[in-house]
């Protein structure tokens, strides 16, 4: 059965840093991109980060760019972001997201994804 657990969430002051991590497991096939995805309430969901197992690419929206990074590890089935500087508007549910059917690369639409964690709360707040 494929999961997907995130870890790492938090409250933390403006300015200040997380790290998320996201393992991966169940999976069959070799070629997966896995992204970050947020959302706010009252708002659609947004991809923030993606890592391409295809060709190691790193893709992030410019909201975060410079901030966060996106990396893997363990195999590849492990990966992590790193959020620093981080805002009050970056407050939300912060989602580890799988996609298979894009051969290792990130998708271009969050509902392109096809596996979904089941969310980390993420506050930044004084």
């Known amino acids: 059965q494929v999961q997907l657990v995130e870890s790492g969430g938090g409250l933390v002051q403006p300015g200040g840093s997380l790290r998320l991590s996201c393992a991966a497991s169940?999976?069959?096939?070799?070629?997966?991109?896995i992204g970050w995805v947020r959302q706010v309430p009252g708002k659609e969901r947004e991809g923030l980060a993606c890592i391409s197992s295809s060709d190691g690419g790193t893709y992030y929206t410019d909201d975060v760019k410079g901030r966060f990074t996106i990396s893997r590890d363990n195999g590849n089935s492990t990966v992590n972001l790193q959020m620093n500087s981080l805002k009050p508007e970056d407050t939300g549910v912060y989602y580890c997201a799988v996609g298979v059917s894009g051969w290792g690369f990130c998708p271009r639409m969050v509902d392109d994804y096809d596996y979904w964690g089941q969310g980390t709360q993420v506050t930044v707040s004084s």
């Open positions: 169940g999976f069959t096939s070799d070629y997966y991109a």
